[in-house]
């Protein structure tokens, strides 16, 4: 767009053209210096306010920021300027997918594909708002025309592979999985240099197994220990300190090193989440939670403060994972939302909340309607231990899920629309086979979160009564 306006320059240089204002717009854009580059959009929009590719960049910057709602404005100005830009299409797209406009998202991404089929780019926008909105089987067959178009779109052959572990189609999935080691937010994980194990006998050989992602995932598949055996050799356990005295007893490791200490020397490595393609090609090849240790000395004060409610139904509540997760806010809830289950008689609350959401309990300030006892825990061998007393534990998903479950505790999971894909929300059934003691919740639209916890309690209350009449709390 060739616009010759004169703007004023900065102090001591003479007047710019919009053109050159656009210019280092988008330098500061590609430098990442996205505040800078915002405000130049800005000043350009203000000055010329029929500038489409200002609004658009503007748009892509306000959804870096977090700012979706602002996004979509910016798009929607750039396509009311020109209306056959497929990639201003396909941006709206991506903002209505963060507001969760799922309807109005999808028509955009439609339009973007319609406008330039060959994109993978814009196929693979497609796909994810298709899988996010819980149309999976749509979201595979866009992310194939996205591989298609772009063999290599790494992208796309994770998200491909998300979906097919939702849809349970375990053995077309990890050849996708693979590929999240190509993905941009895994560039900075430190791996060990060694060659990759293919599940081959050791021969004398030392495997290094190491976690990769969050506290969950490694629980999740450290069941995976136990069909280890015979493989002659050693191997070593490179886990987060946290997961450490949990994972002690665990059979065939030779040594645990705790994470951020850095993993020993090995002939060949895995990473923990692999174990899962070489052991599971299908649902049906599920092996049963690890035996995790929890030592005799774990949870000493927890303990201690639960034994005065011993006589009561004790339930644990936890309403946030970690908050490094990109989408933890779909999945987290406030504390104030689990405060009806403690109405119900005989009934008393424990929060089991650690990190920064834990500030909502110290805001808050509820005891004794509800108990802090998640401060006392130093790690999750004393998690383990104050679950192991608790009668049910409710809560929305994260790491302490996979715990309560493994231990074999009942667990009442809260998921949101879009959840993690062992629970399958393709097939809309309330349990998993990774997990016989969890119960799964789902909400039934994006954001709906009124109805689950109305569900809960009325389920809470049946199992409740249940407990009281088989004598508990006499």
């Not at 809260?414 to 959840?419: A, C, E, G, M, R």
Request: proline share 7%; with cysteine.
């Amino acid at each position: 767009m060739a616009v010759e306006t004169k703007q004023p320059g900065p102090p001591g240089g003479g007047a710019i053209t919009l053109q050159q204002l656009f210019a280092r717009g988008a330098k500061l854009h590609q430098a990442g210096n996205y505040d800078d580059a915002i405000a130049v959009y800005r000043r350009l929009v203000v000055a010329a306010p029929r500038h489409g590719a200002s609004w658009t960049n503007l748009g892509v910057l306000w959804r870096i920021r977090k700012k979706p709602d602002l996004a979509v404005i910016c798009h929607r100005q750039a396509l009311a300027i020109d209306s056959s830009q497929a990639g201003a299409w396909s941006n709206l797209g991506n903002a209505l997918k963060d507001l969760e406009r799922f309807e109005e998202a999808l028509a955009a991404h439609r339009r973007a594909v319609e406008l330039s089929a060959d994109s993978a780019l814009h196929w693979h926008n497609f796909g994810v708002t298709l899988r996010e909105a819980g149309l999976i089987e749509e979201a595979v067959r866009a992310l194939d025309r996205a591989i298609e178009i772009q063999p290599e779109h790494v992208d796309a052959h994770w998200d491909r592979g998300l979906c097919n572990l939702s849809l349970g189609r375990y053995g077309e999935a990890w050849p996708d999985y693979a590929w999240r080691w190509r993905l941009n937010e895994m560039k900075n994980v430190v791996t060990p240099q060694a060659p990759l194990w293919d599940g081959a006998p050791l021969d004398g050989r030392t495997l290094l197994l190491h976690a990769e992602q969050g506290f969950g995932d490694t629980i999740l598949a450290l069941r995976y220990l136990p069909k280890l055996s015979g493989l002659g050799g050693r191997i070593i356990l490179h886990v987060q300190a946290e997961v450490v005295r949990l994972a002690g007893k665990l059979p065939n490791v030779d040594l645990i090193v705790p994470r951020p200490q850095p993993a020993p020397p090995a002939d060949v490595r895995l990473p923990l989440m692999d174990l899962l393609a070489l052991y599971t090609p299908s649902p049906e090849a599920i092996p049963d939670p690890a035996p995790l240790a929890v030592p005799a000395d774990a949870g000493g004060k927890a303990l201690g403060v639960l034994h005065h409610f011993r006589k009561r139904f004790k339930i644990g509540v936890v309403w946030s994972g970690s908050v490094t997760f990109k989408n933890n806010h779909r999945r987290a809830v406030d504390l104030q939302r689990f405060l009806p289950f403690g109405e119900i008689p005989d009934v008393q609350l424990f929060s089991l909340q650690k990190g920064p959401p834990f500030e909502n309990f110290k805001k808050f300030d509820p005891a004794p309607a509800v108990v802090d006892l998640g401060s006392l825990f130093q790690d999750f061998a004393d998690t383990a231990a104050a679950l192991r007393q608790l009668d049910l534990v409710i809560m929305t998903d994260s790491s302490v899920a996979h715990l309560a479950a493994s231990l074999g505790v009942p667990v009442w999971n809260l998921l949101n629309f879009q959840s993690y894909w062992i629970y399958a929300e393709a097939t809309g059934m309330d349990t998993t086979p990774w997990y016989g003691s969890m119960r799964l919740f789902r909400q039934p639209s994006p954001s709906k979160w009124d109805g689950v916890f109305e569900q809960v309690r009325q389920a809470l209350e049946m199992h409740v009564a249940a407990w009281r009449a088989s004598g508990g709390g006499l």
